[in-house]
């Protein structure tokens, strides 16, 4: 049993360090996020996220929650390499010095590599403490030399991931994770209780290590060295590309001032001149200047990058271990561990090929070019969900045919979702009422979409109506939606009335 459990407890204690160290970093982002956004209100400027948004950010229980995006990422990533790399050190190189220093190099390789933009302390952290916990936990908690390490006993596991490998490469094309949302998620209760708390919480996380470009209000200083038509120019042009204009003394993303030569603008972070501009080239290339200064200031982008690989590759592969070392605890009490892993490992295939069976259906649901709404009758839902995407996808005006098929009033969240998506290019005015509907839904995915779709229609008798929802929304999601479709209609952020030169 100690044998069976080994792997499940040192992945356990590497990935509760890399919760520890998640809940700090979001919980640090979220004060920084609060401090930002209050600033905001106070200035006049509509806020994203909210007030009902930001009460929570100074909630340990809300930066825990977005932590575990971190967890079931990087923390797992490292978890499981650190994991094989004790495994083989102690079985396979037999505790060699010279295997020591070939992890030593890989690790400071990974180091150098998430520092490469300057110095990041948050990601040094996760490449140090997850590593340092989980190799010690391996170590002290390695049983003693059994089949675990044998040619025999590595066999039904690898195999059974090498299938199941195989089995959802079936699905891999580029809406894989549509797929496994509207088909294997969204149709269950457990699957949406995912879904919710992925609309719930991840946006905290996400906001801990996005690029200044990516977040979607940005605060910005206009230095009193300005002159007053200069102050003005900018004031409007920041604002435009949602760096919003703060009272002097307030911390902010960016600082605008005179720079030693009169010709060129100061672009400073913290009291640190970043870039030095031609006042010419920011007022006629603002977006380039300003994608700069950001790419200056990204510290993340490596770490970005890596906590995705560790999602799509880390998170199945510590999902997996967990299930073949449970499902093998059972027998091997009353079996040998040889039958113990095949049955783990036909249980494990079993088990990944049920999950499989609703995406793979929705992977191969086609519907005919020629006349889609034709499938909007269809009993089965997977095939009303493939007509309103490839409707979507066709930019097809279906409202009339979706309103005769009370479309909007479906039971099932992926058709609401993907009706509301395909809404975007039809003309006829009773899409605007349905998306109207659609923008109250229970479902904040649904509300996302239908707000997306408000957007891309162009009509800009929808603003106040997308206001009114950024306002009132308890879902960060929906607002960030909300502001993307503002953008989209051409809608600014008025000018404070507590600013002037």
């Known amino acids: 049993m100690k044998r069976r459990l080994y792997a499940p407890a040192v992945l356990f204690v590497g990935l509760l360090s890399a919760q520890i ?25 509509l806020a994203v996220p909210n007030a009902r948004v930001t009460e929570h950010l100074d909630s340990l229980a809300t930066a825990m929650a977005g932590g575990l995006l ?25 505790r060699r010095r ?76 580029r809406h894989m994770f549509s797929n496994i949302r509207d088909h294997l998620l969204l149709g269950n209760r457990a699957g949406r209780s995912i879904t919710d708390a992925y609309y719930a919480y991840t946006l905290f996380p996400a906001e801990a290590f996005k690029s200044l470009e990516q977040k979607q209000i940005r605060t910005c200083v206009l230095g009193g060295t300005l002159d007053r038509t200069n102050w003005i120019r900018l004031e409007q042009t920041v604002r435009t590309h949602d760096y919003l204009p703060l009272p002097a003394g307030f911390p902010a993303d960016l600082t605008i001032g005179r720079d030693t030569d009169k010709n060129r603008f100061s672009l400073e972070n913290n009291q640190h001149t970043v870039l030095s501009i031609p006042e010419g080239e920011f007022l006629r290339n603002p977006d380039k200047v300003l994608a700069a200064y950001s790419d200056h ?54 088990v990944g090929g049920i999950l499989l069976v609703p995406v793979y259906q929705g992977h191969t649901a086609t519907v005919s070019p020629a006349n889609p709404s034709i499938a909007f009758s269809a009993p089965s839902a ?49 899409a605007q009422t349905m998306l109207l509907a659609l923008a109250d839904d229970a479902v904040p995915i649904v509300v996302c979409q239908a707000l997306w779709a408000m957007g891309e229609r162009g009509n800009q008798s929808a603003v106040q109506a997308i206001i009114d929802r950024i306002d009132t929304s308890p879902h960060w999601y929906i607002q960030m939606y909300g502001y993307r479709a503002l953008r989209t209609l051409g809608w600014v952020q008025p000018q404070s009335p507590q600013l002037s030169y």
Request: with cysteine; aromatic share 10%.
């Open 297 to 350: 200031l990204d510290r993340n982008r490596m770490f970005r990058t890596l906590t995705l690989a560790c999602l799509l590759l880390g998170f199945p592969l510590v999902l997996f271990t967990f299930l073949f070392s449970m499902l093998g605890a059972l027998p091997n009490l009353f079996l040998t561990v040889a039958v113990s892993d095949v049955i783990a490992a036909v249980f494990c295939i079993v």
């Open 70 to 94: 971190f967890t079931l990422s990087i923390g797992a990533g490292l978890s499981l390499f650190t994991l094989i790399c004790a495994w083989l050190w102690d079985r396979a190189f037999r």
């Open 21 to 45: 160290v998640a809940t700090a970093h979001v919980y640090l982002s979220n004060l920084d996020l609060l401090q930002a956004t209050e600033a905001v209100m106070r200035t006049g400027y």
């Open 98 to 173: 010279k295997a020591v220093f070939f992890y030593l190099m890989i690790w400071a390789a990974g180091l150098v590599l998430v520092n490469d933009n300057g110095l990041n302390i948050v990601a040094s952290i996760y490449l140090v403490v997850v590593p340092l916990v989980t190799g010690v936990a391996a170590i002290q908690l390695l049983p003693a030399r059994t089949t675990l390490v044998s040619p025999a006993g590595a066999f039904w596991p690898v195999s059974a991931a090498i299938i199941l490998a195989l089995l959802w490469g079936l699905v891999l094309d």
């Open 382 to 430: 997977v095939t009303r969900i493939a007509a309103l995407r490839q409707a979507c996808e066709d930019h097809r005006d279906i409202a009339m045919d979706a309103k005769t098929h009370g479309l909007e009033k479906s039971s099932h969240i992926a058709e609401r979702y993907w009706l509301a998506r395909s809404l975007a290019w039809s003309k006829d005015p009773a």
